[in-house]
């Protein structure tokens, strides 16, 4: 895993990253998050990007919560998350997605991104020798 991610953050060529569903934590970040140098990140209107999914942080926040059956405390606080935090508009409002996009437009969005970005080019690093993970 580390020799993967060391080699995406010294790739020169154009990164474009493509949430679809769920882009959770440490995963979301090794994947292609905008920290690491990602040219462009693009969300499809479904997607989620968060530290954990809904669930997992309602225990994490509120440890086990009891539920009675019906709708159930545990179940309004994992919906109270999910309005509050893995939402689109937080992630476009921080810089984390670039765009959200419609599915179908996906192939043509990449194209014109690849167009775009066809003439990148990366600054050589100004250290003589790489850290490479072994």
Excluded at 78 to 90: D, F, G, M, Q, T
Excluded at 91 to 112: F, K, N
């Amino acid at each position: 895993g580390a020799k993967l991610l060391y080699a995406y953050c010294e790739a020169s060529v154009p990164k474009i990253t493509v949430v679809v569903r769920k882009a959770y934590g440490g995963a979301y970040m090794v994947m292609g998050a905008k920290s690491l140098g990602t040219d462009l990140v693009l969300a499809w209107p479904e997607a989620e990007l968060a530290m954990m999914g809904a669930e997992s942080a309602v225990d994490v926040l509120h440890g086990p919560v009891e539920t009675d059956g019906s709708v159930g405390e545990r179940a309004e606080l994992v919906e109270r998350y999910r309005r509050a935090n893995p939402s689109l508009a937080n992630s476009l409002a921080h810089g984390y997605v670039d765009e959200v996009i419609e599915p179908a437009a996906t192939r043509r969005r990449l194209h014109r991104a690849l167009v775009e970005l066809g003439s990148k080019r990366a600054d050589p690093a100004p250290r003589k020798h790489a850290n490479i993970p072994l």
